[in-house]
């Protein structure tokens, strides 16, 4: 089985595997109004907008953005809210379901594509993105295949930004951790960037309903219980 057999074998796998979370029981433990989900959707939003601010500046409106595996667009509708470009902005997808209600859900404008990052001409990128998409991805050869990609889509001096699982789940064995190191593999990166945050959902699902301050205290003094990253790197050039 050659490279092109495994990454095809690896996207079926996590189609099916997305397909089965779409169902009702399992998202709604994701649902929007929930005060832990709101929290932390908050936190990552605050941490990213800090980073994104100090690699690419206060103004997003002239920043060209690539989501991979964007979902239903949300990131991409957050870069809009801080000002991007939707013109300027992409977002690819496997599930074709998802990728039509981001078209649905999202400003005129975005670029919208569903498959591979084979469309994309070289350097064509300031910031490419995934956010959860690398822990979905099991076989070790297909993610540094994605991580090339996304490398080779970015300009010189361009970022590379991801949001992923700093631990195994044991309840779920169709993610896995993305370790730092395995980051500084993929992308030989000039100068980076690294945050841990969220308290791990299981416990901010138990704390939901006590005083927010609680879990604010939990996360600021223990950082072993953060359960995600926002990670970082520019591209040399």
């Known amino acids: 089985m050659g490279p092109s057999d495994q990454n095809t074998t690896e996207q079926e796998r996590i189609r099916a595997v997305y397909q089965t979370w779409l169902a009702a029981e399992r998202i709604s433990a994701y649902a929007w109004h929930r005060p832990d ?24 409106s002239g920043v060209r953005a690539l989501d991979v595996g964007c979902g239903s667009g949300g ?14 902005l992409t977002g690819t997808e496997y599930q074709p379901e998802r990728l039509a209600l981001a078209r649905l859900r999202s400003a005129p404008g975005v670029r919208w594509h569903l498959g591979d990052l084979d469309f994309a001409a070289d350097a064509s990128f300031e910031l490419a ?6 822990s979905s991805i099991l076989d070790p050869a297909a993610r540094a295949a994605l991580a090339a990609e996304m490398w080779r889509t970015t300009m010189p001096g361009g970022w590379c930004m991801v949001f992923d699982f700093r631990y195994n789940n044991p309840r779920n064995d169709q993610v896995r951790r993305v370790t730092r190191a395995e980051l500084a593999s993929f992308w030989p990166g000039q100068d980076s960037m690294y945050q841990s945050l969220l308290l791990a959902p299981p416990i901010a699902r138990r704390l939901s309903r006590a005083p927010r301050l609680v879990g604010e205290l939990l996360v600021s003094v223990a950082p072993l219980l953060r359960s995600h990253f926002i990670y970082m790197t520019r591209k040399p050039g």
């Open 37 to 60: 989900v709101m929290e932390q959707a908050a936190a990552r939003h605050r941490v990213a907008g800090q980073m994104l601010a100090r690699a690419l500046g206060l103004d997003l």
């Open 75 to 88: 990131f991409l509708r957050q870069l809009i809210d801080w000002g991007a470009d939707p013109a300027r």
């Open 129 to 134: 993105v995934a956010n959860t998409v690398f």
